[in-house]
C-alpha cells in the first residue's frame, strides 16, 4: 500500500473552513468557551509550572504556545492542550536531575519521538493499553503530587528530600513546624474549589480560590501584619516585572542526549497515552471522530517548539477538553483562542502574580490530585483476576516509591507479557481421539445425517490448532507427540489458524523434520490464504510431500489412507 503523507497528518483546523459550515454563529461558541478555558487554565498553569520545579511564568508560556499549537494541528475537534498533572514528577525530576537545558533537550527528544510515532501510524497502538496500567501510574501520580504539596498545604519552612518515602519522612519528624495560618487558609482554599461548583458551575472553584487568596493574602499582611508564603517570596526575582520568552537553543552534546534517552521515551509515551484518551473521551461526549496519528504529529511539534520558549512538556488536558465542550466549544478555534486569552493575561495581569499565597495553589494541586487518583477505578480492579491485579498494583508502587520513568518502562513490558499470556490461552491444540469425525469445515452444529462420516484409521493421528501459531504452542506439540505409538501420518488441521508469524513457522518447520525424522509423513489441512502465502514465503511448503497441503479435512484423510496404504 502506497504510503501517503497527506493521509497520516490532516489537521482537523485546516479542514474546518474548507467544509463551508463555520459560521459566525460557530465562531461566537467558539469565543465564549476559549474565554472560559483560557481562564480554567490560568491557575492549572501556574500551578503545574511551580510543582513541577520551573517559574510560574513557564507554566503560562507553556500553555500558550502549546495551546495553540496542539489546536492548530492536532487531530481532534476539541482537545485543549497545555502542561497537566501528569508530568509533575517527571518534569521535576529531570529538572533536579539535568536542570532547565536537560529538560529542554528531553522535551525536543519527546516530540520528535511523538512526530515519528504518527508519521509510522503507530496512533492506533495506545488505545490498546491495558487499563489496569493507565490506572496504576494515573493514580500513582496523584499520589506523588499530593506528597509533594504537602510542605506549602502546611506552611512547613522546611527543605524536604526528593522520594515518597524520604519525604514523608521529613514531614512526620517536623510536625511541630507546622504553620497554623498557612495550613488553615489552604484548607479554606480547598472548601471553596470543592463547594464553588454548587453555586457557579460555569466559573472554576480554582480560579475563585486564586482570586480570594490573593486578596485575603495581602489583607492579612496589611491589615494582621501576618505573612503568607507567597509566588513572590519563592521567586524573588519577578517581583522586578515578567521577561518576555525568547527563543533558547540548548547546548547538547552526545553523554546528555543518552543519559535523557528514557526521561524522553517516558514524556513521549505519557503525552501519546494522555493526549489520545482525552480524545477518545472528548468523541465518546460529542460523536466526532480523532485521527491520532495526527494527533501524535501535532503534540510532536508542539513539543519540539515549546521548549525552545522556556516551556515544559505538554499534552491533551481531559478536564480542559470537557470543559470546552460544556461550554458550547465547537472546534478547534476554542483552543485557539484559549491560548490568545492566556497570552493576554501573561502580557497585562502576571505582575500581580507575587501575591498568590502558595497555600491556595497548594489547595488547587491537591484537589488535582484528587481528581486525578480514580480511586473508585482502583478500588474496582482490585476485584479483577489476580494478573490484572498484580498489574495495577506493580504499576502503583512503582510510581510511588521507585520512579514514573521506570514505571511506565515496566508497565509497556508487562503489557506486552500480559497480551502474550492471554493470546497463548486463547491458542490451543486439541488432539482428535474420537472414532468419526465430522468433515464439515463449518463450527456451527449440524445434523450428523447430512454430514459425511471420516474414520481415523490406526496409524493416523489428528492435531486441531484453535488460534493463532505462533512460538506458545511448541512445548504444546512436543507434549502431545510422545502420548501416542506406531503413529505413521499426522494431520495438523489449521482451518482456525487466522495467521502465522515467523517463530510459528520456526515451531512447524522443527515439527515436519521431527516426524519426517521418525519417518511420520504431516498432512497440513484447511490452511487459509494468507497462512499459505506465508507458508509459501518461507519455503514450508517445499518440505512437503505433493499433495500434503489440502484445503479440507476429507481430502487431507484420503491423502493420509493413501500414505498408510503405500506404507503397508
Partial sequence: ME?????????????????????????????????????????????????????????????????????????????????????IVIVAGIVAKYGMQGLIIASLMAGVILVVMGLCKMGIIFRFMPYPIVVGFTSGIAVTIFSTQVKDFLGMDVTVPSGFIPEWGCYFSNLGNINWYEAAFSIISLLVIIFWGKINKKIPGSLIALVLGTVGSVLLEKFGGIHLATIGTKFPELASGLPMPEPVVPEMDFQTIRGLVSPAFTIAILCAIESLMAAMVADSSTGKRHNSNTELIGQGVANIVTPLFGGIPATGAIARTMASIKNGGKGPVTGIIHAVVLLLIYLFLMPYAIYIPLSALAAILVMVAYNMSEWRSFKYLLKGDRADVAVLLITFFLTVIVDLTVAIEVGILMAIVLFVRRVTMVTSIRVLEEAEIAATEDDEKVNMDDTEHLTIPE??????????????????????????????????????????????????????????????????????????????????????????????????????????????
Fill in 3 to 87: 504510503y501517503k503523507f497527506s493521509q497520516v497528518f490532516r489537521p482537523k483546523f485546516f479542514t474546518l473552513f474548507r467544509k463551508g459550515n463555520y459560521n459566525k454563529q460557530t465562531f461566537t461558541s467558539d469565543l465564549i468557551a476559549g474565554i472560559i478555558v483560557g481562564v480554567i487554565a490560568l491557575p492549572l498553569a501556574i500551578a503545574f509550572g511551580i510543582a513541577s520545579g520551573v517559574t510560574p511564568q513557564q507554566g503560562l508560556i507553556t500553555a500558550i504556545v502549546a495551546g495553540f499549537l496542539i489546536s492548530l494541528l492536532g487531530g481532534s475537534d476539541f482537545l485543549i492542550g497545555g502542561p497537566t498533572g501528569a508530568f
Fill in 459 to 568: 496409524g493416523l493421528d489428528i492435531y486441531e490448532i484453535n488460534g493463532p501459531f505462533f512460538f506458545g504452542l511448541a512445548n504444546q506439540f512436543e507434549e502431545y507427540e510422545s502420548r501416542k505409538d506406531g503413529i505413521k501420518v499426522r494431520i495438523i488441521r489449521m482451518r482456525k489458524v487466522p495467521f502465522i508469524d515467523s517463530t510459528g513457522i520456526n515451531n512447524l518447520r522443527n515439527l515436519i523434520d521431527r516426524n519426517h525424522s521418525k519417518g511420520v509423513k504431516v498432512i497440513l489441512s484447511g490452511v487459509t490464504p494468507a497462512v499459505q502465502a506465508t507458508l509459501n514465503k518461507f519455503g514450508l511448503d517445499l518440505k512437503l510431500s505433493d499433495g500434503c497441503i489440502q484445503p479440507h479435512i476429507s481430502l487431507a484423510m484420503k491423502k493420509a489412507n493413501e500414505l498408510l496404504a503405500n506404507r503397508k
